[in-house]
């Protein structure tokens, strides 16, 4: 009986092993796998591609969500401030849809596509004047 309990518990201590070392493999795994997210997340290739596709199918909250993960490492990129700007707009994120076109708006001043979208962003919120006054510099 001694015999056979310590034979089960060797077992058991042997299969613990091989499952303490396959929870570690696959927690390496996993870090291997975040840094290969973290490396396609720099990636402006694959973002672009990915937000013009949720952009051009008008899935603007999925665009939105990406596209704001994308600005935050690379914040220089205007063409992307104005479309968060102009998806916020067409789901009614009025607040954010101006923010992001005035951040646009400092950049490029002249830029009368941004200048038309803000424009329409005011009258939406009942801002007439500001939308007009946006208007006279076109």
Do not use: W
């Not at 051009?56 to 704001?68: G, L, M, Q, R």
């Not at 200048?115 to 939308?131: E, F, Q, T, V, Y």
Request: charged content about 40%; hydrophobic content about 30%.
């Amino acid at each position: 009986n001694l015999a056979q309990l310590q034979k089960a518990f060797d077992e058991y201590e042997e299969g613990k092993k091989e499952s303490d070392e396959k929870i570690r493999q696959t927690e390496k795994d996993i870090e291997e796998i975040k840094k290969d997210i973290e490396k396609i997340k720099k990636d402006k290739d694959v973002y672009h591609k990915v937000l013009e596709l949720y952009y051009v199918d008008k899935k603007y909250k999925e665009f939105i969500s990406i596209c704001e993960e994308y600005l935050q490492f690379n914040p220089i990129d205007s063409e992307y401030y104005f479309k968060i700007s102009y998806a916020n707009k067409c789901i009614g994120n009025y607040s954010q849809a101006v923010e992001y076109a005035e951040c646009l708006k400092l950049r490029e001043p002249t830029d009368i596509e941004n200048l038309l979208n803000l424009s329409d962003i005011n009258l939406k919120m009942g801002k007439n004047a500001r939308a007009n006054k946006l208007l006279s510099n076109i």
